[in-house]
């Protein structure tokens, strides 16, 4: 009987085993080593990938802004039929910049209003006349630029970003024709969200920006009934059952970077 077959058979898979079995070992002696990544073969090296993120926003781009700007703020609801918007809104702020996309804002805004109330109402036996009301609106926010890398070279220059905003709306009323009634002051808490553009003029130096926000406010006169005109006043259409309203302010900013 002729066993060289069998017997050569045995060699190779004793050999093959053999070299299977080192190169188990082999990988489990790299993966098990101190610092060692079992996952080496499944990533593109992330920490590479941040490292260059990195050091092209550093080169590239920005990381401070000055804001300084005009605008216009006004109101929808009673609070928007009540004033006579004295236009402009002037407006300063700083921005921060983390990366490419995510900054953060903080700032002030003013904005003046008048209101006419030339009947009686409820504040007081004669007729309110001439109402001065400002407001002082610090703030504090976050800005997400959109990645416009893959869109039109216009967009892309653009800088569209996103933007929500913490704010207090300090306000101040004066009753100019109406001695008898006292000044009004107090705050409120409020919200914003809106859209914005930064077009550049020189690009990482400066740019003109152009936001648009919607103002939720819980001014501390929103639900008065102070200015409702009493029964009998029929002369007069004004008179106001609270001064509810949504804030809408369109602001042109001058921006510095560096």
């Known amino acids: 009987m002729n066993y060289w077959p069998l017997l050569l058979l045995l060699i190779c898979s004793s050999t093959w085993g053999q070299t299977f079995e080192d190169e ?23 920490q590479g990938e941040q490292v260059a993120k990195d050091e092209r926003f550093y080169r590239h781009g920005r990381f401070y802004s000055l804001n300084v700007g005009l605008g216009v703020t006004t109101f929808t609801g009673n609070r928007g039929n009540a004033y006579n918007d004295n236009h ?15 900054a953060a804002v903080m700032g002030i805004q003013f904005s003046s209003h008048t209101m006419i109330l030339d009947s009686v109402t409820a504040i007081d036996d004669e007729a309110v006349g001439r109402v001065d009301t400002s407001f002082l609106r610090p703030f504090v ?9 893959d869109l039109s070279r216009a967009i892309t220059y653009a800088n569209p970003y996103f933007t929500v905003r913490f704010e207090y709306w300090y306000q101040n009323n004066k009753f100019v024709e109406n001695g008898s009634i006292p000044n009004q002051s107090g705050g409120g808490i409020g919200a914003s969200f809106g859209l914005g553009l930064e077009l550049p003029i020189e690009i990482k130096e400066s740019y003109w920006g152009i ?13 008065t009934t102070d200015y409702r005109r009493l029964p009998g006043e029929t002369d007069s259409p004004y008179g106001y059952e609270d001064l509810n309203g949504t804030g809408v302010s369109f602001v042109v900013n001058y921006v510095f970077s560096w």
Do not use: C, K, W
């Not at 402009?88 to 910049?97: G, Q």
């Not at 936001?211 to 639900?223: A, P, S």
């Open 24 to 46: 188990i070992v082999d990988i489990m002696g790299d993966d098990l080593e101190v610092g060692g990544d079992i996952f080496s073969n499944f990533n593109d090296d992330p």
């Open 88 to 102: 402009p809104t002037y407006s300063v702020s700083f921005t921060h910049f983390f990366d490419f996309q995510n």
């Open 141 to 149: 926010g976050y800005r997400f630029y959109f990645d416009t890398a």
């Open 211 to 223: 936001e648009l926000l919607l103002h939720q406010v819980n001014t501390f006169d929103r639900e």
